[in-house]
């Protein structure tokens, strides 16, 4: 089993920044590629960004590429999100997610082991 517990969530105008950090604790979290995503009120969970076991990869969508930036620490179990010039459309509950076949990430809810039970993050604008 493994647990997730994501923080840093929390109220910021447009052009703010914030950070969100996903810690895990349970099975080996160097061997997990880890997505970070997001659900808006009515709307899917949608992909946001990902980063395989060894951080060789990352991945972003085209609406945060250059202002999102996913990293992680293996040796403190935590995979962050650096958030900067936010904006209200990126308004949702943001969930990491953990993916133990061959350390990779996906942009597809379906393929993610665990997940965290998320923190809200809400731009005013």
């Known amino acids: 089993q493994v647990q997730l517990v994501e923080s840093g969530g929390g109220l910021v105008q447009a052009g703010g920044s914030l950070t969100l950090s996903c810690v895990a604790s349970?099975?080996?979290?160097?061997?997990?590629?880890m997505g970070w995503f997001r659900q808006a009120p009515g709307k899917e969970r949608e992909f946001v960004a990902g980063i395989s076991s060894s951080a060789a990869d990352t991945y972003y969508i085209r609406s945060v590429k250059g202002r999102f930036t996913i990293s992680r620490d293996n040796g403190k179990n935590t995979v962050y999100l650096q958030m900067n010039s936010l904006k209200p459309e990126d308004t949702a509950v943001y969930y990491c997610?953990?993916?133990?076949?061959?350390?990779?990430?996906?942009?597809?809810?379906?393929?993610?082991?665990?997940w965290g039970q998320g923190t809200q993050v809400t731009v005013s604008s």
């Open positions: 997610g953990a993916r133990f076949k061959y350390g990779t990430f996906s942009g597809m809810y379906a393929d993610y082991d665990y």
């Open positions: 349970g099975r080996t979290f160097s061997t997990a590629g």
